[in-house]
């Protein structure tokens, strides 16, 4: 059974931190890997992808990949209250499809 | 362009009672997918469609149907709702080709109630 582990949170950072969320995974063959953020309510939104090992940046938000190590991170700096979300962490499951974590719930305060 | 379009957004069943959840995407993807979102579980594949034509079981497959009807719709049947199946209900795609072929873009969801 391939698995994607995230802690649930609530992850609670102040207005102006980096934010670090974290993700493991199973399966030593995946390739592709994506965060993606979710609001209550509404469905989730492709916000970073990252296929190779190393670091990838997108504005405020750093995806680092570590497939030696089956770990996948999201930093997002300057947390804004916007920021206020469930990130959820998605790794390629075979064939078209991706395994997802459970989510972790990210708090920021003003 | 809409992206992935959902209907309907809303549904109450009683137990027994059969729907269709409808699905549709303009984005030219070759792959489509449902999940089911439950609190505390995360997103879990009923159904997907590699490429118009073909349908696979996901990994929570039973109590559902579905049908890829075209190259851009794809749609999910419950035949006879159960409680269980109360849950909120995403369509995605994906498909571009290249280092994209597996990024994935959701529809809005439709929240489902079976009483």
């Known amino acids: 059974q391939k698995e994607v582990e995230q802690n649930s949170g609530p992850l609670s950072v102040p207005e102006g931190a980096i934010a670090s969320l974290n993700c493991t995974y199973s399966?030593?063959?995946?390739?592709?890997f994506f965060w993606y953020r979710q609001y209550s309510g509404k469905s989730p939104e492709l916000i970073m992808s990252i296929y190779s090992n190393g670091d990838k940046e997108d504005g405020r938000f750093t995806a680092q990949l570590n497939k030696a190590s089956q770990y996948v991170s999201l930093l997002i700096r300057d947390s804004q209250p916007s920021d206020s979300a469930t990130y959820l962490c998605?790794?390629?499951?075979?064939?078209?499809?991706?395994?997802f974590g459970a989510g972790t719930r990210l708090a920021v305060h003003p | 362009n809409a992206g992935v379009t959902q209907t309907p957004k809303f549904q109450v069943l009683k137990t027994g009672q059969s729907m269709t959840l409808q699905c549709a995407q303009d984005?030219?993807?070759?792959?489509m997918y449902w999940y089911r979102q439950d609190p505390g579980m995360g997103l879990r594949l009923i159904y997907y469609s590699a490429s118009e034509g073909t349908t696979d079981k996901g990994e929570v497959p039973n109590g559902y149907n579905v049908s890829r009807l075209n190259k851009r719709e794809f749609s999910l049947r419950l035949e006879s709702a159960a409680p269980s199946q109360t849950s909120v209900y995403f369509c995605?795609?994906?498909?571009?080709?290249?280092?994209?072929?597996?990024?994935?873009?959701f529809g809005p969801g439709t929240r489902l109630t079976v009483l």
């Open positions: 984005m030219n993807h070759n792959s």
């Open positions: 399966d030593r063959g995946s390739q592709s």
């Open positions: 995605a795609s994906s498909g571009l080709g290249g280092n994209s072929y597996n990024e994935q873009f």
């Open positions: 998605a790794v390629s499951g075979g064939y078209n499809k991706l395994i």
